[in-house]
């Protein structure tokens, strides 16, 4: 484990999930280097009675190892603060929260201040089922680690040097005015991977951050000037149990002949569509390609749809920047699943890529996901 100093020298770097709490505690970086590692973990399962806590050495010893039934961030949040007591003996001077969505008017990783903390209860309705959660999980943060700074990382902030063109959707004046505009996510992980390839960042490159949630951006120097998920994280290609997007008068349909509410849709959207409606009730990607292999013919079609609608967002990217120079993978999915990679690129030859294998394929990256790393890099920053 690396050597700890004492308190004034750690931050944790909190990334939430709906069901899962990771972390990383980093100490103070040496100048142009990355805060170095102390511990890492999280806690899965929350709110479920098979859930579980582990906590890593920097050196990935595994030092905890135990079940529990956690019924809130909160609580797992107080359990790794007691491991990190236990194990690092001390306790952090700052702390990084990935936050999902910031709503129109915080689109900058900043200092978490009461008046943050209200713009945010008022963007809510923006990302009804991120906001809320988030908010808690500050105040909680706050009463287990009174007057230690929080700052909020958000995933929009990398997306905010998108163009007009890209941020607005053809709808009145007054929706725009609203904030009804592409926020874009994924915003960690695709930030943490223009500053890992640092000098080595070629001009035009496509990230997709595949996973449960996925999405995909295109770089122009390392700007996003694009990106698949648009107001909320439920656009985009087709998600474990996301829609993706749709067109919009299936909604109206909906609403007229099922007679659904605001909530039922969002139930539809978000949790009984993508992987899962296409496939017939699986959304585990690991799952599907088992029995696509078996010849299960729903999860082939949604393992195809899903590469199909990613490679779209690929060939219209590279039409956005003029070619394209580096197609970088991340997620779990697009790091851990090879035969994906290959279905993906399938048809990319005109792009010059031949398949997803980065050995056989100079145009191609897997890059692993270090969002808590990132969240490290910018609590550091800002906590001076």
Request: charged share 25%; with cysteine.
């Amino acid at each position: 484990m690396a050597a700890v100093k004492g308190g004034d020298e750690l931050v944790l770097a909190v990334n939430s999930g709906s069901s899962s709490l990771k972390f990383g505690l980093y100490g103070r970086p040496a100048r142009d280097s990355d805060p170095p590692l102390a511990l890492s973990g999280g806690a899965d399962g929350i709110g479920h009675s098979n859930g579980r806590l582990q906590i890593q050495s920097a050196e990935g010893e595994t030092l905890q190892d135990e079940k529990y039934a956690l019924d809130s961030q909160g609580a797992a949040l107080k359990e790794i603060l007691a491991a990190v007591e236990r194990f690092a003996g001390a306790r952090p001077a700052a702390v990084g929260n990935r936050i999902v969505h910031g709503g129109p008017h915080l689109r900058e990783h900043q200092a978490i201040t009461p008046g943050l903390v209200k713009t945010l209860r008022e963007a809510v309705h923006f990302a009804p089922l991120h906001i809320p959660p988030a908010v808690k999980l500050i105040e909680e943060t706050a009463q287990l680690l009174p007057g230690v700074a929080q700052y909020a990382c958000f995933d929009t902030a990398f997306h905010r040097t998108m163009p007009e063109t890209s941020r607005r959707f053809a709808l009145p004046e007054h929706l725009y005015d609203m904030g009804v505009e592409r926020f874009g996510f994924h915003g960690l992980s695709y930030e943490s991977i223009v500053e890992r390839l640092g000098d080595d960042l070629p001009e035009r490159v496509v990230c997709a951050h595949l996973g449960s949630g996925a999405s995909l951006v295109a770089l122009h120097r390392g700007r996003s000037i694009d990106t698949s998920m648009g107001m909320t994280p439920t656009g985009g290609i087709p998600m474990a149990t996301r829609s993706g997007d749709l067109d919009p008068g299936i909604l109206l349909f909906l609403l007229r002949t099922e007679k659904l509410t605001a909530d039922q849709v969002e139930d539809l959207l978000n949790r009984e569509s993508g992987l899962k409606a296409l496939s017939g009730g699986e959304s585990d990607m690991r799952l599907l390609e088992k029995a696509a292999a078996e010849g299960h013919v729903r999860a082939k079609l949604a393992i195809e749809s899903f590469a199909f609608a990613a490679r779209k967002f690929i060939g219209a990217y590279a039409a956005e920047l003029g070619g394209l120079d580096l197609l970088v993978f991340t997620g779990g999915i697009g790091e851990h699943s090879a035969p994906m990679r290959d279905r993906i690129c399938r048809g990319l030859d005109f792009l010059g890529i031949a398949g997803g294998d980065p050995e056989r394929c100079a145009k191609v990256r897997v890059m692993t996901a270090e969002e808590e790393l990132q969240i490290a890099r910018i609590t550091w920053r800002l906590h001076r």
